[in-house]
């Protein structure tokens, strides 16, 4: 890590996606915008948190936002009709991409810090590093959460 994230480095972030102009990406920042406008004004309890940070990046069969990233990516420059007006060697190139993107963010070692954010978080004070088991404990969590969700598309 280079230093210290601080919230405004992720307001840029936001903002800068705000700017595309895309009703989608909209609708994500505001997720994000809504779970730190929670964070801060102390709407989370630890439980809730370590689960929101396990939905986001610490999932181990890639039930996370970073896996929906991933496979968002591979559907997007693989079957994507827009993508025929290309050349084929170009769209290849494409695709070839898209799969090199989708498969470096669903590497396990990308989620094992928001893992380590998890096990810290439990409340049990002698857990340092978290298990296989409790990797799929959240995962479950996170899907329960996630069907239960009435912001989940229907």
């Known amino acids: 890590m280079n230093g210290p994230i601080s919230i405004s480095d992720l307001d840029e972030v936001l903002d800068t996606l705000t700017e595309l102009e895309d009703e989608d990406l909209d609708r994500i920042v505001a997720g994000f915008r809504g779970l730190v406008r ?3 004004t102390g709407q989370l ?3 809730t948190t370590q689960v929101i940070i396990a939905a986001l990046a610490a ?6 936002l970073i896996g929906a990233c991933a496979y968002t990516i591979a559907e997007l420059t ?5 993508l025929d007006q290309l050349a ?3 769209r290849k190139e494409v695709i070839k ?3 090199e993107a989708a498969y470096h963010l669903t590497r396990p070692k990308l989620r094992d810090p928001a893992s380590l954010a998890c096990a810290a978080l439990d409340t049990r004070r002698d857990v340092r590093t978290v298990t296989d088991t409790q990797r ?3 995962s479950q969590k996170v899907a329960d959460a996630n069907r239960q969700s009435a912001n989940r598309p229907k």
């Open 59 to 64: 999932s181990p069969d890639n039930g996370d």
């Open 136 to 138: 799929k404990e959240l």
């Open 97 to 99: 991409a898209g799969q």
């Open 78 to 82: 693989d079957h994507n009709p827009a």
């Open 38 to 40: 929670r964070a801060q």
């Open 45 to 47: 309890d630890i439980n």
């Open 88 to 90: 084929n060697d170009h």
